[in-house]
């Protein structure tokens, strides 16, 4: 043992040693000459060993989240959720990153505003951009599974199989994030991924709201407006920082916040709003 660890133990002891006396209510006016009684020579005596004891194990490792869902949505399709006593909930849900910069700067708006969302990603996109998805996992965003590809065409099962599999294990070895969340690319339910998907207890999310980002010829202004129109309880909305020039949905996304939060909308995550379900 080396000096400091030894003198920080004895601090601890210390510390435990005054904190026992307050916690027991000794006050200062009790003489020196009068003496402690029993129990409390034992509280005294037992923290120290306790507090030795706690300082000598290894840190506590944090876990990285498994992003689980409630058994009753394993296996099924989530359009949106009611919530219990129709809480002014939203969930964003943002689609086919990571991607360098739009992903970036959606991060900073985000934290600004103190927003969590789920992003859906795409394998190949994280396999690019590793560090952007650490950092939202870090930010403590929620994710879900968007297939390697992001492939609309019919799937034969071991293709299926292969899109999602491969996509949930980079996820892991980049994050340590376990995620039962998955999204079909376009949303296609009968390509083969969503029946591979459900035969695996996953939830399969679709989305109740689009901002409609994907419309190459629309202005920001059109997103926000989408969504702050067509907003409910428990809705999930769809967005994008990938998969193509997203430079308009990160300008429209703090208006998209503002205007929810003005209308008296609280942000939750994916799963935080499946656990709200009735
Ligand atoms: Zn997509």
């Not at 409390?40 to 706690?54: D, L, M, R, T, Y």
């Not at 809480?87 to 360098?100: C, F, M, N, Q, R």
């Not at 870090?138 to 968007?146: D, L, M, R, V, W």
Request: aromatic share 6%; hydrophobic share 40%; net charge positive.
């Amino acid at each position: 043992m080396t000096n400091n660890s030894l003198k920080r133990q004895q601090i601890i002891s210390f510390v435990a040693i005054a904190s026992t006396i307050t916690a027991c209510s000794i006050s200062p006016q009790l003489g020196l000459n009068k003496p402690l009684s029993k129990s409390h020579i034992g509280q005294v005596q037992a923290h120290p060993a306790k507090s030795q004891i706690n300082a000598q194990l290894p840190p506590v490792k944090v876990e990285n989240p498994t992003f689980t869902v409630p058994a009753k949505f394993q296996g099924k399709t989530v359009y949106k959720m009611q919530p219990s006593n129709n809480e002014k909930v939203i969930a964003l849900s943002i689609d086919d990153g990571p991607w360098p910069k739009t992903t970036l700067e959606m991060l900073d708006i985000l934290k600004q505003n103190d927003v969590k969302v789920t992003f859906f990603w795409v394998g190949q996109a994280l396999q690019a951009n590793p560090d952007i998805a650490k950092r939202e996992v870090a930010e403590g965003h929620a994710i879900g599974n968007h297939t390697w590809h992001h492939w609309y065409r019919q799937m034969d099962e071991a293709t299926a199989k292969s899109e999602i599999d491969r996509t949930a294990d980079l996820i892991y070895k980049t994050t340590g994030v376990k995620t039962a969340l998955f999204r079909p690319p376009g949303g296609f339910l009968n390509n083969g991924l969503a029946a591979y998907a459900k035969s695996q207890k996953d939830a399969v999310i679709m989305w109740s709201l689009t901002s409609a980002d994907t419309d190459p010829h629309a202005k920001p202004q059109a997103f926000v407006n989408n969504v702050l129109k067509g907003a409910k309880p428990g809705s999930i909305v769809l967005m994008h920082d990938g998969g193509g020039d997203r430079q308009r949905t990160v300008q429209a996304l703090p208006q998209i916040i503002s205007g929810l939060k003005q209308q008296g909308y609280r942000f939750v995550t994916i799963p935080e709003l499946l656990k709200m379900a009735q």
